[in-house]
């Protein structure tokens, strides 16, 4: 199948476009976003057929993972954001204390501008269409750049999108290395890229030459801790499902398990009976067990299973012809196996042996910061492996479902990527937070503010900044371990405060809670 890509030309009018249409405020109005949000929902409800027969063509998968994982999990991301827009999109008032109770101190939620979205091809839905909806609740202009390596599915949303988004808002652009480059070479007021690391550090050091902030969507190698206080059959069944949804091609999927000797071999048993539960006539034969996406991956998970030191207990068979690889366990894995180097984003999945819980958080803080971090025990086990490793999420019991909870920020810490997105993250990470203030400066409040702020004037004197700090300065609300700190005894302070101070400060106070209705005669 031939993808179209687009041309430069094309490529420089639909972002100069944008960036007008920006400048037109157009995307500013609440009810302009909700309705593209709309919009995109029903580009997905509409198609779930088209959808699911182009990712079959690109990844083998079937029909009942992509309405799961991704016609299910992006419609509820879109419901979500047209349900609290507005209430993300309000300025929120923050109180400062009395002092600057007139000022008003408030955060406007405003859009950076002209984004762009890069995305990748294991999820073309949820990884591509997700980012693009926090870009569109937050009111930014839009490109979304689709994985050129799951070209039915690019090729498919290039198709819908102008069927039902508004071009001033949001375009799909296709292309490949050359045509992400030259959207790179563009100014951007934020970039969201999915993918590896390799192409994270490009996609950085282009956007620096804006000083564009950018999220980085990585992977990592994100280990399973399996404690002997869990309960191995479940632990089994979840972590083999996780392991083998879309192949293993999940950038939160398991990729290696860590657990003693004693544990590994009971669960090695559990692994083998929810194998032959999930695929009782082998996952070649199955219409569920999707394939590698193309030559080249499947050449580099080919190479992993002919050169690894590990024992293949479970699986193991595969076939280039239809880059068919079987769900394959490795026990007792040697530390600097091939398996063991890079994240294998596959159905691949290794065990190593350690002999306690310290050793196994000692391996993970060695290597870099995975992307999710999953412990089957009990919560204790799970305080201690947290408070002992870091990662971008964590979750204890389960695999993976902290990428379908939309109140939950996604996203790397390291080389597992920054920043994130989703629900209200999502909108905060396409927002700026103007930091915003109304100082009164005309009718009798706004001579009582300069009254009350005049001493910062020139000619300086110590007077002056002994004002200032009776007004302005914060005394220290914590005694030194051997001395009392006088300014801070309770009651002390007011007593340096002159009576004038006091009843600004108190009007202010007033002003602030009844909103400057009871001093509205002051005006
Ligand atoms: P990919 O090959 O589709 O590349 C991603 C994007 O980068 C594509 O749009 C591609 O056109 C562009 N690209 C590729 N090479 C480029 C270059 N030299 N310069 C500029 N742009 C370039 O995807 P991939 O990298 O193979 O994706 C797999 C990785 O993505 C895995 O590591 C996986 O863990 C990670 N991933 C992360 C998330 C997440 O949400 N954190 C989700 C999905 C995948």
Sequence with gaps: MELRYNTKEEIQAAHAELRRSFDSHVTLDIEFRKHQLKQLAFLLQDNVDAIADAIRKDLGRCRFETVFAEIMVTTNSVVEAHQNVASWAKNESRWAGAVWAFHDPTVRKEPKGTVLVIGAWNYPISVQIGPMISAIAAGNTAILKPSEVAAHSAKLLAELWPKYMDPRMTRVINGAVEETVQLLDLRWEHILY??????????????????????????????????????????????????????????????????????????????????????????????????????????????????????????????????????TILKDTPRDDIAMSDEIFGPILPIITVKDIDEGCSFVNSRDQPLALYVFGNKKVTEEIAQKTRSGGLVQGDLMLHFCVESLPFGGTGPSGYSSYHGRAGFDTFSHSRATMYAPNSGF????????????????????????????????????????????????????????????????LLYRLYGGKALAFLR
């Design 194 to 327: 999915t993918g590896n690391g390799r192409v994270g550090k490009i996609v950085a050091e282009k956007a620096a030459q804006w000083l564009c902030p950018t999220t980085l969507e990585l992977g990592g190698k994100s280990p399973v801790f399996v404690d002997d206080s869990a309960d191995l059959k479940i632990t089994a069944h979840r972590v083999l499902w996780a392991k083998s949804v879309n192949c293993g091609q999940t950038c939160i999927a398991p990729d290696y398990v860590i657990c003693t000797p004693g544990v590994q071999s009971k669960l090695l048993k559990e692994f083998e009976t929810a194998y032959n539960e999930f695929w009782p006539k082998g996952a070649k034969s199955s219409p569920d067990y999707a394939r590698i996406v193309n030559e080249r991956q499947f050449g580099r998970l080919n190479n992993i299973l002919e050169t690894t030191k590990g024992s293949i207990v479970i699986g193991g068979q595969r076939d280039a012809n239809v880059k068919f690889m079987e769900p």
């Design 445 to 508: 409040l706004g001579w009582v503010v300069e009254k009350l702020m005049a001493p910062r004037y020139p000619p300086y004197s110590d007077g002056k900044l002994a004002r200032l700090g009776m007004l302005a300065g914060r005394k220290l609300p914590f005694k030194r371990p051997s001395q009392i700190y006088r300014g801070a005894v309770k009651g002390k302070a007011i007593g340096r405060f002159s009576s004038t101070s006091i009843l600004i400060l108190f009007l202010a």
